[in-house]
Antibody, heavy 118, light 110 residues
Framework: QVQLVESGGGLVKPGTSLRLSCAAS????????MTWIRQAPGKGLEWVSY????????YYADSVKGRFTISRDDARNSLYLQMNNLRAEDTAIYYC???????????WGQGTLVTVSS | QSALTQPASVSGSPGQSITISCSGT?????????VSWYQQHPGKAPKLIIY???SRPSGVSNRFSGSKSGNTASLTISGLQAEDEADYYC??????????FGGGTKVTVL
């Protein structure tokens, strides 16, 4: 069965960096586009970034453009999110999700919490 | 990238039908049929329940249905059950290689 497991979250200070990972299993990772979505505590969902499967086309939300970098390693069945210059407003649970069809997120991980605080 | 507009809460009694609206703009909902709905129970990850406006993933109850008219999409839950109590989010592709979610609707089963 499809499984996505995020890791790498934690408590960091403003202005610092963090790298999130998402380990995929149960399907052919290289065949699917992937995405990161976040959810601030008690708030709604916010789409963060997207990476395609064959040509690594990448998109970002304006709120993270220039600070976050999405990448993937198909050999390791893994998705990553490098987050630099973190701000308090980046505090959220970060989910990775598989994309099926037209921007449909059909499988989600359990999420990893990132807290940015001094 | 303004969020799509959803009512903060909707409630209904068991067995009733409820509808959650999701309003967008001429740049997103009205142009593209890439509208999805997600169900999220407390402390859990979201779950895809409707995609491409009105399609249901395998395993999702047929009590959930989606539609769209103009710049407003709708999710209808028929035969409301206690297990349907959750937060529901709509999403839409925006045409500028980004995606936007609605603010979320809390469904309460009375």
């Amino acid at each position: 069965q499809v499984q996505l497991v995020e890791s790498g979250g934690g408590l960091v200070k403003p202005g610092t960096s963090l790298r999130l990972s998402c380990a995929a299993s149960g399907y052919t990772f290289s065949d699917f586009y992937m995405t990161w979505i976040r959810q601030a505590p008690g708030k709604g969902l916010e789409w963060v970034s997207y990476i395609s499967s064959f040509d690594n086309t990448i998109y970002y939300a304006d709120s993270v453009k220039g600070r976050f970098t999405i990448s993937r390693d198909d050999a390791r069945n893994s998705l990553y999110l490098q987050m630099n210059n973190l701000r308090a407003e980046d505090t959220a649970i970060y989910y990775c999700a598989r994309i099926e069809g037209n921007w449909n997120f059909d499988y989600w991980g359990q999420g990893t919490l990132v807290t940015v605080s001094s | 990238q303004s969020a799509l507009t959803q009512p903060a809460s909707v409630s209904g009694s068991p067995g009733q039908s409820i509808t959650i609206s999701c309003s967008g703009t001429s740049s997103d909902l009205s142009v593209y049929n890439y509208v999805s709905w997600y169900q999220q129970h407390p402390g859990k990850a979201p779950k895809l329940i409707i995609y491409d406006v009105s399609s249901r993933p395998s395993g999702v109850s047929n009590r959930f249905s989606g539609s769209k008219s103009g710049n407003t999409a709708s999710l209808t839950i028929s035969g409301l059950q206690a297990e349907d109590e959750a937060d529901y989010y709509c999403s839409s592709y925006t045409g500028s290689s980004t995606l936007v979610f609605g603010g979320g609707t809390k469904v309460t089963v009375l």
